[in-house]
């Protein structure tokens, strides 16, 4: 996942003085790029198509 500018620069300052919620705005973006970018991708990728039919098969 390829995070913006300001989404990284975010990260480094609040790691510099962490808390239990310093990483809780950047996992809300990157959970929204994996949700909208992805995940999706990935549902019409080759190799999920034929991990889907692989195991289809081995349920009949």
């Known amino acids: 996942i390829n995070i913006?500018?300001?989404t990284r620069e975010l990260i480094k300052?609040?790691?510099?003085a962490?808390?239990?919620v310093c990483f809780d705005e950047a996992q809300r973006i990157v959970y929204g790029l994996m949700e909208r970018d992805s995940y999706p991708r990935f549902l019409r990728s080759?190799?999920?198509?034929?991990?889907?039919?692989?195991?289809?098969q081995q349920i009949k």
Do not use: W
Request: charged letters at 25%; aromatic letters at 4%; proline letters at 5%.
């Open 18 to 20: 962490p808390t239990r």
């Open 13 to 16: 300052q609040n790691v510099q």
């Open 46 to 56: 080759d190799i999920y198509r034929s991990l889907l039919e692989s195991v289809s």
């Open 4 to 6: 913006d500018h300001v």
